[in-house]
Each structure stands twice: as structure tokens, then as C-alpha cells.
């Protein structure tokens, strides 16, 4: 980009940036239009600071992606707008015959100028809650590696006739490997001696993770309030969300989190199509487990499972993953209702808890 670039270059300057892992596509608008300067920058704070510190106060559009939450942060503190675009409202991008970073880098400018209603903009939490969210998605990455890890485990004994005992992830290393086949345990050892290093780390992960519901976010009691939602989801959720106050309606926290079914409907014809999987993927799988809790025979007796069970009922195996989607959006739903009130959950109507959790309603 060209040091000489002025505020009087032909009015306030929009600029779209195409962001990669090393380097960052660059087009400049004018205020008519016009292609004013294009290049590229490394993607990197230092090399962002140097080039666009010099810039005037401009607008300037990026997708939201892995750079996008210090990049927004460092734009804005330079004195730019910055508009972070949602990636579901870029098709054209993705669906462009001639794809290539300069033409991202120059859609993104135009339509940032045209009207950035249509990019959808996003806004990045804060970076407390982010690391906070790294800290649960982390663990969520290890409890994977360990579950394939005992899967591998026990396919490889069966064909030596051995059939490893049934326990918990959390006691499979100690409990199996009695077990193993003598042969077996130079290749399986090693896996073994993985699992119990896995178990330590999930189990101060956890630990990590309830106290920072305790001390840090008590409003999780709130929603740790519903039989089937624990401190993990809670606090999932409030680190999501971030400001309960940003819904209009507490029912559009279900199309947030993309538990809304799509819609393409023509004159009559209405099918009935997949959700949106828009929003957290996290926090939605988080949730669906919930509803597959809630609506399984151990679980406690509470309207919302009544409830989903009678959508269970209107067919077969598909009815049933309906039933449990149905169920976690609206549980979404309670959950930001227990949130903004700081009520006491009833999980029958007319029949109040005998004793109150010791909650701190937020705000």
C-alpha cells in the first residue's frame, strides 16, 4: 500500500482485506469506487500495525476467521471502522468461478461499501472469555484423543480372543491392562501409559473448569439449575453468549446457535429441511448431548422432557434425533430465560424446588 495515501484521496477510503495464515490480500476503494490500491501485507500484528497506522480513518472489511479476533482488535486501536463479515453471508466467494485472493480481497471492499447490513457483521467476545473458551475446547480435545484411543485399544485385542473388561474412560488404564495380551504389550503399553497421562490432564482440566464457575462466572448456577446441564455446558454457554441482553427475543438464541431449521419455502410448498448449523459448533453439539440426557429413561421427570418425548412418538429413528434437536433449542431457550431473570427453575409447573441453589443472577 502507498505511504502517500491521504484522507483527501478522494474521500473515505474502504478497504477489503483477504486474510490468510501469511499473507493478507489488500484492496483500496475511494468514495467512488474506484480501485485505488492493491497489494498485500504479512498477516502478522507488527506488519498490520505498520501498514494501516499510517492509513486515515478508513473503513475496512475482513471475514471472520483464526486472525480475525487480534486482527479487529489491533485495526480498531489504530483508529480504523473495522467490520468483521460473517463467512455464511460470503456463497459468492466461495461459489466464484474465478476465486483467487484479489478478488475476495475486492468483493469484500464493494460490498463493505455498498452496505455491510448484507456481510452480517460479527462481534468477537472478549478476549478473557475467548482464552476461557480455549480452556473448554482444549478439553473437549483431549476426552477425543482419549475415547479413540481406548476404541483402538480394544479392536486390537479381539483378534487375539480377548476382550478387554468394561470400565470408565477414567479408570481404563488401570483396569485394562492386566488384561493385554503379553504379545501385545510392547505396541499397546504405550498407548496405555498415553491414556493415564490423557485421564491427569482431563481431570485438572476439570477441575480448572468447575472452579471457574464458582469464582469467576456464578451465573452458571443458574442454568446448572435444569437435570441434564452441567457445569460444562453452563458455563459453555455463558462464555458463547457472552451479553444475554443481545437477543431481542429470547427464542432467537436457537437460530444463533443454528437450531433453526431452514427454510425454502415457494407458494405452498413448505419442506421441512435440516437445521442451520449456524453459530457454535461447540456449544450446539454441547447442547444436543443435554437433550439426548434429558430424553433418555434415567433422567429426571421435568416438563421439557415430556415434552420431546411426544415429538419422539410421531415416527421412527428420525423422529427421534428431530425430537432431541427440537429439545436442545429449546433449552437454549430456558437457559437464556434462567439467565436474564435469575429464576428458580421448576422442572414440573406447580411443583417449586423444596431448597434454592445459592445462584448470583448476572448484571
Given at each position: 500500500?502507498?505511504?502517500?495515501?491521504?484522507a483527501?484521496?478522494?474521500?473515505?477510503?474502504?478497504?477489503?482485506?483477504?486474510?490468510?495464515?501469511?499473507?493478507?490480500?489488500?484492496c483500496?476503494?475511494?468514495?467512488?469506487?474506484?480501485?485505488?490500491?492493491?497489494?498485500?501485507?504479512?498477516?502478522?500484528?507488527?506488519?498490520?500495525?505498520?501498514?494501516?497506522?499510517?492509513?486515515?480513518?478508513?473503513?475496512?472489511?475482513?471475514?471472520?476467521?483464526?486472525?480475525?479476533?487480534?486482527?479487529?482488535?489491533?485495526?480498531?486501536?489504530?483508529?480504523?471502522?473495522?467490520?468483521?463479515?460473517?463467512?455464511?453471508?460470503?456463497?459468492?466467494?466461495?461459489?466464484?468461478?474465478?476465486?483467487?485472493?484479489?478478488?475476495?480481497?475486492?468483493?469484500?471492499?464493494?460490498?463493505?461499501?455498498?452496505?455491510?447490513?448484507?456481510?452480517?457483521?460479527?462481534?468477537?467476545?472478549?478476549?478473557?472469555?475467548?482464552?476461557?473458551?480455549?480452556?473448554?475446547?482444549?478439553r473437549?480435545?483431549?476426552v477425543?484423543?482419549?475415547?479413540?484411543?481406548?476404541?483402538h485399544?480394544?479392536?486390537?485385542?479381539k483378534?487375539?480372543?480377548?476382550?478387554?473388561?468394561?470400565?470408565?474412560?477414567?479408570?481404563?488404564?488401570?483396569?485394562?491392562?492386566?488384561?493385554?495380551?503379553?504379545?501385545?504389550?510392547?505396541?499397546?503399553?504405550?498407548?496405555?501409559?498415553?491414556?493415564?497421562?490423557?485421564?491427569?490432564?482431563?481431570?485438572?482440566?476439570?477441575?480448572?473448569?468447575?472452579?471457574?464457575?464458582?469464582?469467576?462466572?456464578?451465573?452458571?448456577?443458574?442454568?446448572?439449575?435444569?437435570?441434564?446441564?452441567?457445569?460444562?455446558?453452563?458455563?459453555a454457554?455463558?462464555?458463547?453468549?457472552?451479553?444475554?441482553?443481545?437477543?431481542?427475543?429470547?427464542r432467537?438464541?436457537g437460530?444463533?446457535?443454528?437450531?433453526?431449521?431452514?427454510?425454502?419455502?415457494?407458494?405452498?410448498?413448505?419442506?421441512?429441511?435440516?437445521?442451520?448449523?449456524?453459530?457454535?459448533?461447540f456449544?450446539?453439539?454441547?447442547?444436543?448431548?443435554?437433550?439426548?440426557?434429558?430424553?433418555?429413561?434415567?433422567?429426571?421427570?421435568?416438563?421439557?422432557?415430556?415434552?420431546?418425548?411426544?415429538?419422539?412418538?410421531?415416527?421412527?429413528?428420525?423422529?427421534?434425533?428431530?425430537?432431541?434437536v427440537?429439545?436442545?433449542?429449546?433449552?437454549?431457550?430456558l437457559?437464556?430465560?434462567?439467565?436474564?431473570t435469575?429464576?428458580?427453575?421448576?422442572?414440573?409447573?406447580?411443583?417449586?424446588?423444596?431448597?434454592?441453589?445459592?445462584?448470583?443472577?448476572?448484571?
Amino acid at each position: 500500500m502507498r505511504e502517500t495515501i491521504t484522507a483527501t484521496d478522494r474521500g473515505k477510503l474502504t478497504v477489503g482485506l483477504d486474510v490468510g495464515d501469511r499473507y493478507t490480500q489488500i484492496c483500496v476503494l475511494d468514495e467512488d469506487g474506484g480501485i485505488l490500491e492493491e497489494g498485500r501485507v504479512a498477516t502478522s500484528p507488527r506488519a498490520f500495525r505498520q501498514r494501516f497506522a499510517a492509513l486515515p480513518p478508513s473503513r475496512l472489511v475482513l471475514e471472520a476467521g483464526s486472525h480475525s479476533l487480534w486482527a479487529h482488535r489491533l485495526l480498531k486501536e489504530v483508529g480504523h471502522e473495522v467490520i468483521v463479515a460473517n463467512p455464511r453471508m460470503l456463497r459468492f466467494i466461495y461459489g466464484n468461478d474465478s476465486k483467487n485472493d484479489r478478488a475476495d480481497a475486492t468483493y469484500l471492499a464493494r460490498v463493505g461499501k455498498l452496505d455491510p447490513g448484507l456481510l452480517h457483521p460479527v462481534t468477537h467476545r472478549r478476549e478473557e472469555s475467548q482464552a476461557h473458551l480455549v480452556l473448554l475446547r482444549s478439553r473437549e480435545v483431549l476426552v477425543r484423543s482419549r475415547t479413540r484411543l481406548i476404541s483402538h485399544a480394544r479392536g486390537l485385542v479381539k483378534p487375539f480372543g480377548v476382550k478387554l473388561p468394561h470400565c470408565g474412560a477414567h479408570v481404563f488404564a488401570t483396569k485394562v491392562r492386566e488384561h493385554v495380551p503379553e504379545i501385545l504389550l510392547p505396541a499397546l503399553g504405550p498407548v496405555i501409559d498415553i491414556i493415564a497421562v490423557l485421564t491427569e490432564q482431563i481431570r485438572e482440566l476439570n477441575d480448572k473448569v468447575e472452579t471457574l464457575a464458582r469464582e469467576t462466572y456464578k451465573e452458571t448456577a443458574l442454568l446448572a439449575q435444569v437435570p441434564g446441564v452441567g457445569t460444562l455446558t453452563s458455563l459453555a454457554y455463558v462464555l458463547t453468549i457472552e451479553d444475554p441482553g443481545r437477543f431481542s427475543r429470547a427464542r432467537a438464541v436457537g437460530s444463533y446457535l443454528g437450531l433453526r431449521p431452514r427454510q425454502d419455502e415457494s407458494g405452498t410448498l413448505k419442506p421441512q429441511l435440516r437445521i442451520t448449523k449456524a453459530g457454535d459448533t461447540f456449544l450446539r453439539h454441547l447442547l444436543v448431548e443435554c437433550a439426548h440426557h434429558i430424553l433418555s429413561n434415567n433422567s429426571q421427570d421435568t416438563d421439557l422432557k415430556r415434552w420431546g418425548l411426544k415429538l419422539a412418538e410421531r415416527g421412527g429413528k428420525a423422529a427421534k434425533k428431530r425430537a432431541a434437536v427440537a429439545v436442545a433449542r429449546k433449552l437454549s431457550i430456558l437457559l437464556l430465560r434462567l439467565w436474564t431473570t435469575g429464576e428458580i427453575y421448576e422442572p414440573l409447573r406447580g411443583t417449586p424446588r423444596s431448597a434454592e441453589p445459592e445462584i448470583v443472577p448476572s448484571g
